[in-house]
């Protein structure tokens, strides 16, 4: 388990705080772009961000009180399903272009195929509109009356969740070798990293 000890006399709350403005105001800084002029590498960027961010808010939540998170949305969840298939349309060009699939697996001929994906990517790109994040202000606010030690208790827990459940799926995949077991652990595996960069940003 991480030591969740802030250093040079910096409250963990503060640090937290300073983590959070951070992320909100790298993701948001995507808000007007034009996505349809987007590469591959400004989409990914821009997905890890909100992906980075849901772990932030995940934080934020296990520390809340139901009735506080009752009504509460994460837009950066929002942000990240928005993203997400275009992000899984540049992935099959990519993988194409590598020649990972051969005409015999597809039956057709791999320019034909190519060209074909492209042109979905083009059109999902052109169809690709950024969801509205809404005003930081609710989340300031919650930042400021939030407890130091319920922050703390929450950055354990999670810590250890993610670790228990990673240990299930490592030991599920080592068992049955299947690609989607592995997929899953690798999944949490991310998860679980993203975490851990909050947990440093906050004690280094």
């Not at 057709?108 to 052109?126: C, F, G, P, Y």
Request: hydrophobic letters at 40%; proline letters at 3%; a positive charge.
């Amino acid at each position: 388990m991480t030591a969740l000890s802030p250093q040079n006399n910096v409250p963990l709350m503060d640090r937290f705080s300073e983590h959070w403005h951070k992320q909100w105001r790298e993701l948001e800084e995507y808000r007007d772009f034009t996505w349809e002029l987007a590469d591959v590498e400004t989409l990914h960027v821009a997905r890890v961000l909100s992906r980075r961010l849901r772990t932030t808010h995940q934080i934020i939540f296990a520390a809340l009180k139901p009735t506080q998170k009752k009504f509460l949305q994460d837009p950066a969840k929002a942000v990240t399903r928005a993203l997400r298939e275009a992000r899984s349309w540049d992935v099959a060009v990519q993988y194409l272009k590598a020649g990972k699939l051969s005409e015999k697996w597809t039956g057709h001929s791999m320019k034909w195929l190519l060209k074909a994906i492209q042109k979905r990517s083009k059109k999902n790109r052109e169809q690709l509109s950024f969801p509205p994040m809404g005003s930081s202000l609710v989340w300031e606010k919650l930042l400021v009356d939030l407890p130091s030690s319920r922050l703390q208790e929450a950055l354990s827990q999670l810590e250890a969740d993610f670790a228990a459940k990673l240990k299930k799926q490592t030991q599920r995949f080592l068992k049955s070798g299947s690609k989607r077991d592995l997929h899953q652990a690798r999944i949490t595996l991310k998860r679980w990293r993203y975490l851990q960069e909050v947990i440093q940003y906050c004690t280094e």
